[in-house]
């Protein structure tokens, strides 16, 4: 089955950069979504179709895909940033839709 | 605005099929996008379950495939979840949401707010 793997943790400073990356066979050819999810909540699209930010979400959030790996940035990081991000794609044939395991961001 | 919300029981027996329904608001279910189902296990990560189209077709996961079915209800703006034979496996919060195309990656743009369900005797 088809699989996309994260880091497990990040963890930086507020103002510092912080850089999540997703791995998968198929991210060449198919977009990569990412989701902030804070604790108990829904998640959030933070950027779509590998690196689009949806109205409202903070410039400082940026992703970009280079060959199997898709990398979301948070450019500056607020102690409100801090959640579990999770990346999602599917696969070459387009039978499965996954999400990567989740990486859970720390801002201290 | 587009709005989602889960409904359904919280507590499903062992062996029994769990249903869900998810009401749209601010967005005409018939107009487009596709629609699917998310869960999370407590303290796990998300797992897709299954996409739908208002003309019908369906997608699911392979893992569920067998177990699942989702549905629409075009004229109730409403789509729906069953899922047979549940275990504690299937216990976790069950998130309905809408899904843009994508070049059929379909990534999940809204999102409700999650119910959860526990399966117990």
């Known amino acids: 089955s088809y699989e996309l793997t994260q880091s497990p943790s990040v963890s930086v400073s507020p103002g510092q950069t912080a850089r999540i990356t997703c791995s998968g066979d198929?991210?060449?050819?198919?977009?990569a979504y990412w989701y902030q999810q804070r604790s108990g909540q829904a998640p959030v699209l933070v950027i779509y179709?590998?690196?689009k930010r949806p109205s409202g979400i903070p410039e400082r959030f940026s992703a970009s895909t280079s060959g199997t790996v898709a990398t979301l940035t948070i450019s500056g990081a607020q102690v409100e940033d801090e959640a579990d991000y999770y990346c999602?794609?599917?696969?070459?044939?387009?039978?499965?839709?996954?999400f990567g395991g989740g990486t859970k961001v720390t801002v201290l | 605005q587009v709005q989602l919300q889960e409904s359904g029981p919280g507590l499903v027996k062992p062996s029994e099929p769990l249903s869900l329904a998810c009401t749209v608001s601010?967005?005409?279910?018939?107009?487009?996008?596709?629609w699917g189902w998310i869960r999370q296990p407590p303290g796990k990560g998300l797992e897709w379950i299954a996409t739908?189209?208002?003309?019908?077709?369906?997608?699911?996961s392979p893992s569920l495939k067998g177990r699942v079915t989702i549905s629409v209800d075009t004229s109730g703006n409403q789509f729906f979840l069953e899922l047979s034979s549940v275990t504690a496996a299937d216990r976790a919060v069950y998130y309905c949401?809408?899904?843009?195309f994508g070049s059929g990656t379909f990534g999940p743009d809204v999102w409700g707010q999650g119910t959860l369900v526990t399966v117990s005797s």
């Open positions: 999602y794609s599917a696969d070459n044939n387009g039978d499965q839709r996954v």
């Open positions: 198929a991210l060449p050819k198919k977009y």
């Open positions: 179709e590998d690196d």
């Open positions: 601010g967005y005409a279910i018939s107009s487009g996008y596709y």
């Open positions: 739908i189209h208002h003309s019908g077709t369906t997608y699911y």
């Open positions: 949401a809408r899904q843009a």
